[in-house]
């Protein structure tokens, strides 16, 4: 595998190759790049990652990744799953997968909404965000629209 120039590097405790088939079999166009006895690379849509087992770690909120999802199917669709198996529900949008792992699964038309000119329309779609655990894109719109 050929690393792109910055690489995130997960450490597991020693669920490196597990975590990596976890999350390669909930993306689009991913793939298992490399296996070792220490450490597995994949690829989700285009980013390289690397799964390394180490020490007794745990992930916190420093780090997340972000997914932009097109509609309501597919904040249903990534939120289910990256909470599989005992994810656990967070606010905003916020889901920590099995492994302890953030994700931020947010409609593509949030970032519009609460930055809108408008400081009235932001501020309401940005209060109906923080009331909400799986964002709802209708309830956003509707907030959105008063």
Not at 3 to 27: H, M, R
Not at 60 to 77: M, T
Not at 79 to 94: F, H, S, V
């Amino acid at each position: 595998m050929l690393y792109t120039k910055i690489t995130p590097c997960l450490l597991f405790n020693g669920q490196a190759d597990e975590a990596a088939n976890f999350y390669v079999s909930i993306f689009k166009k991913s793939k298992i790049t490399q296996r070792t006895p220490h450490l597995t690379t994949f690829r989700i849509q285009g980013h390289d990652f690397v799964a390394l087992n180490g020490p007794n770690t745990e992930f916190n909120l420093g780090v997340s990744f972000y997914v932009a999802c097109k509609n309501q199917k597919e904040v249903d669709y990534y939120w289910n799953k990256l909470r599989a198996g005992g994810g656990k529900e967070q606010p905003c949008g916020w889901v920590k997968d099995k492994y302890g792992l953030s994700w931020q699964i947010c409609p593509e038309v949030l970032p519009k909404l609460i930055n809108d000119k408008n400081k009235q329309r932001a501020e309401r779609t940005f209060q109906a965000m923080l009331k909400m655990k799986k964002l709802n894109i209708a309830k956003l719109m509707k907030a959105y629209a008063g």
